[in-house]
């Protein structure tokens, strides 16, 4: 009932948004009541089919604006006194949201190039934490491909990466390992051949070039006795680089008959106590010697005791003891050589067995102690084939205990 009032109410919801042109009250004789007159407003047909708490919409077009215009049927007392009418432009409306979704859009826009940004910088970097180790990867294999076997990786990383590059400072350690073992190897080899190749050409040429009255038959036979020693040594040799290329290329021929093991031991054992005794070292071969015969390779056995006693013998100090047992058990014989002398390194054991492998920490006090580091895998491969196994046992500067099983069957 007070004009006033609905035409402040009507001019402050018009302000609400730049969307609505009008906010007026229609009442039921078709007086309108409005802030200000608009000549957008249409006035509606008959409404009292309108029921008073209906809401009703229509757009129309009034100067050149698409006008939607809301109503709503204002009853008192069940009696409807008028209509309230809001009138919103739609060409503003759609404008409003274009520049929204312009703006949305260019939002979107600038947030995915942020990102897209990111994102590169981001591969960038990764790109470079992946690619500088594998760059130091492909720089430590050629400086080992060139020959440089100190060469080491640093990579910081808990990853693959890291995990290659430890592998691959494995493996330089390894090459290392094989490179001073070649070199050993070598040295090895040129003195097994140079020694016994010197001493026989020496005494050939003693022989050619002594005048005969002046060579007696003691000194020939003295010469000749060296240098048929000399050449057994070069014999033994060649020989264990012939079985060893046989037992890797898994053709060693091992012939089982019925052998008897203890005879086959105490042959080897008196063969080598002349060794012993001129190093004051007390060889002894124990085990019953009622032992069952197996079947096994004679040769081959004693050649794996004669390279088991005479390690044993080489590494013992003076007035020590080599020690020959035989035990028998349940399906196989049980043989151990076990010496006083200086014993294994523990980070040595696994690699006893080895080819070119030779131990020498600890050799010092022995002198210069000479091999090829062929005997101890030739004497595995012997073992394996007669469905064997092979061990050391040792402690440093106590001695070591190699161990054999020969199968009874």
């Known amino acids: 009932n007070d004009e006033l009032l609905l035409l402040n109410y009507a001019a402050t919801i018009k302000k609400t948004g730049k969307g609505i042109l009008y906010a007026l009250f229609e009442d039921s004789e078709g007086r309108i009541l409005s802030p200000e007159k608009t000549s957008l407003f249409r006035s509606a047909p008959d409404e009292g ?3 008073p708490s209906s809401l009703s919409t229509r757009t129309y077009q009034s ?16 009696k409807r006194i008028g ?30 190039l942020g990102v897209l940004n990111i994102g590169i910088i981001g591969a960038l970097m990764m790109a470079l934490k992946i690619t500088e180790p594998i760059k130091k990867l492909a720089e430590g294999a050629d400086a080992i491909g060139k020959g440089n076997l100190d060469t080491t990786i640093t990579v910081r990383a808990n990853n693959e990466l890291g ?5 691959f400072n494995q493996m330089a350690v390894q090459l290392k390992e094989l490179d001073q073992m070649k070199q050993d190897f070598v040295s090895s080899v040129s003195h097994e051949l140079r020694s016994p190749l010197t001493a026989i050409r020496g005494y050939i040429d003693l022989l050619i070039n002594t005048p005969a009255e002046k060579m007696t038959e003691e000194k020939k036979m003295k010469a000749l006795d060296i240098m048929r020693s000399n050449t057994a040594r070069l ?9 060893l290329a046989k037992i890797e290329a898994a053709q060693m021929e091992v012939t089982r008959i019925p052998t008897q093991p203890y005879k086959v031991a105490d042959e080897v054992v008196s063969l080598l106590k002349p060794l012993a005794d001129q190093r004051d070292i007390r060889l002894q ?7 069952p015969d197996i079947p096994a390779d004679p040769d081959r056995l004693g050649q794996i005791l004669t390279n088991l006693i005479s390690n044993a013998i080489k590494f013992t100090p003076g007035g020590g003891e080599v020690t020959v047992n035989i035990e028998e058990r349940e399906d196989h014989l049980l043989f151990s050589v076990k010496d006083t002398g200086i014993g294994i390194p523990p980070e040595s054991l696994p690699y006893v067995f080895d080819k070119f492998r030779q131990v020498k920490k600890g050799t010092e006090r022995l002198g210069k102690v000479k091999g090829t580091g062929l005997g101890l895998a030739i004497v595995k491969g012997l073992v394996e084939a007669h469905q064997g196994k ?8 106590q001695g070591s205990t190699f161990l054999f099983t020969v199968s009874k069957s």
Do not use: C, Q, Y
């Open 49 to 51: 089919s309108i029921k």
């Open 63 to 78: 100067n050149g604006e698409e006008i939607m215009d809301i109503s709503s049927p204002i009853a008192l007392s069940g």
């Open 83 to 112: 209509t309230v009418h809001l009138g919103f432009s739609l060409n503003t409306i759609n404008r409003d949201i274009r520049e929204t979704l312009a703006k949305t859009r260019n939002r979107i826009f600038i947030a995915a």
């Open 163 to 167: 995990f290659l590059a430890e592998k």
């Open 235 to 243: 014999a033994r040799f060649i020989n264990d680089i012939l079985d």
């Open 285 to 291: 071969l124990t085990g019953p010697d009622n032992l």
């Open 390 to 397: 092979i061990w050391v046992e040792s402690t440093v500067n």
